[in-house]
């Protein structure tokens, strides 16, 4: 009997140490998905995120079985470490190890719109016959990444860039008069920087240009604005009108004396200033040529008829653009002319001088 009971306590001790050795072995361990998942879900990585807190945004979306799984598996690729704030498409019940695959990947990365100098709000005719997509037209498409997801056309984001009330949407309180007295369709123009833009999918027209307006009104200031204009002779947003410009019409080493040659004309004796690209932008024509009829066309932003500025900025201006308007380079030039086959402007202080770059070019094949 005293044997028998022996056995029976050994085998529940040895049970208990069974046990525990198993609970000892779960310590650490973690719940996980197999495969490469299924569906679709956008994520948002934050700027200054950790691993770890993409790994509980990834957890709490259901993209992996927990945060552990991910990660353990993005120890194994240091990559990781590397990747940029904004939103991505990923899939419901992925393994760690494929969800940190494909985060990673080109695919996965949504709602990033590229914005450059030199953009417009409205699409623009290209070569072919085709359009160029503007920057609302951008802004709409990014809306567009996951198919579950509402997307925004390029018609509502025109129509809450014409309407929405300025200061709501984050325009800088110095900018808003301006931008008011200005025709709908162009009164956001100049207010959207140079720069990369995270929109997330299904957003509507009014949030995505809240968000793109308020950064970019971050970067005016910056930038200098609206202290910048100080002894420049100009209010902010003529400096900004300058600058788009300057932008439009030359290569950045040229940006300058692109400046000055605009402010020489501005100044006495007051001429024209017969900009290009002022022509073409009511046409919505990217180039720089134009032809005789639309330099005969009235409309405000007909530099070649009127005196002074252009009611508005007509491109998305550089820091170093926005920085020629405010200093240009010193000199008595008061015209210019594209030429060298590789954009590089030619400056002139006189009609003959102008000419004779004019002829030059014209051998050089630079128009």
Not at 120 to 137: F, K, S, V, W, Y
Not at 270 to 282: E, Q, R, V, W
Request: hydrophobic share 35%; net charge negative; with cysteine.
């Amino acid at each position: 009997m005293t044997a028998l009971a022996g056995l029976f306590v050994l085998v529940l001790v040895g049970g208990g140490v069974g046990y525990g050795a198993l609970q000892i072995m779960r310590i650490g361990g973690y719940e996980d998905y197999d495969g490469e998942g299924t569906g679709s879900v956008v994520i948002e990585v934050a700027s200054g995120d950790t691993v770890g807190d993409i790994g509980k945004t990834l957890s709490e979306k259901d993209v992996v079985a927990s945060t552990k799984a991910f990660t353990s598996a993005s120890a194994e690729n240091k990559r990781i470490n590397s990747i940029q704030p904004g939103y991505y498409l990923m899939r419901n019940k992925m393994s760690g190890k494929a969800a940190v695959s494909h985060i990673l990947s080109a695919e996965a990365k949504v709602g990033r719109v590229d914005i450059r100098g030199g953009m417009r709000l409205e699409d623009q005719a290209a070569p072919n016959g085709g359009n160029t997509p503007g920057i609302l037209t951008r802004l709409a498409e990014a809306t567009c990444a996951n198919e579950n997801e509402k997307c925004t056309t390029s018609e509502e984001m025109h129509t809450a860039a014409e309407t929405a009330d300025l200061a709501t949407l984050g325009v800088p309180e110095w900018a808003v008069a301006d931008a008011s007295k200005a025709e709908p369709r162009r009164r956001l123009e100049g207010l959207i920087m140079p720069g990369i833009y995270d929109v997330k999918p299904g957003e509507s027209a009014e949030n995505v240009l809240r968000d793109v307006v308020t950064k970019s009104a971050a970067q005016l200031e910056a930038a200098g604005l609206p202290k910048l204009a100080e002894g420049s002779g100009h209010s902010p947003y003529e400096l900004m009108v300058i600058a788009s410009l300057t932008q439009s019409e030359g290569l950045e080493k040229d940006f300058p004396k692109i400046a000055r040659v605009i402010e020489n004309r501005l100044g006495q004796p007051a001429m024209k200033l017969g900009l290009d690209s002022t022509i073409n932008y009511p046409l919505d024509k990217p180039t720089l040529l134009t032809n005789s009829s639309d330099r005969q066309r009235p409309g405000p932003y007909n530099t070649y008829l009127n005196y002074g500025l252009p009611p508005t900025p007509i491109s998305a201006f550089s820091k170093e653009a926005l920085r020629a308007a405010e200093r240009p380079a010193e000199g008595e030039w008061r015209y210019f002319v594209k030429c060298y086959p590789d954009g590089t402007s030619c400056f002139a202080k006189n009609q003959q001088e102008h000419d004779a770059f004019i002829k030059e070019a014209q051998e050089r094949g630079a128009f």
